[in-house]
């Protein structure tokens, strides 16, 4: 069983910048692919940004530019840097980690990201 564990999340005001912090309690993080998924009230859980364990990125159109996924291995934690935020970005953000051999899916318990003046 891993524990993701989010830190990062608060209010900002349209134009501002957060940054997610995410600590995987494994000694195997290197073999997960880590993202962030965003759940907005209303609106199904949607994929923000990936990052494979050789640094590969992959982000969704709506963030492309703004947001930026790293991890740091000998840390176990992956991060989301975002900057330009937008009222639309307001949502509880989850972490995820899925296994690349076994396929083992597991979430953080969210944080929540709100930009309003």
């Known amino acids: 069983q891993v524990q993701l564990v989010e830190s990062g999340g608060g209010l900002v005001q349209p134009g501002g910048s957060l940054r997610l912090s995410c600590e995987a309690s494994?000694?195997?993080?290197?073999?997960?692919?880590m993202g962030w998924y965003r759940q907005a009230p209303g609106k199904e859980r949607e994929l923000v940004a990936r990052?494979?364990?050789?640094?590969?990125?992959s982000y969704a159109d709506s963030v492309k530019g703004r947001f930026t996924i790293s991890r740091d291995h000998a840390k176990h934690t992956v991060y989301l840097q975002m900057n330009s935020l937008k009222p639309d970005d307001t949502a509880v953000y989850h972490c995820?980690?899925?296994?690349?051999?076994?396929?083992?899916?597991?979430w953080g318990q969210g944080t929540q990201v709100t930009v309003s003046s």
């Open positions: 995820n980690a899925h296994h690349m051999m076994n396929r083992d899916d597991y």
């Open positions: 494994t000694s195997s993080f290197s073999w997960y692919v």
């Open positions: 990052i494979t364990p050789g640094y590969s990125t």
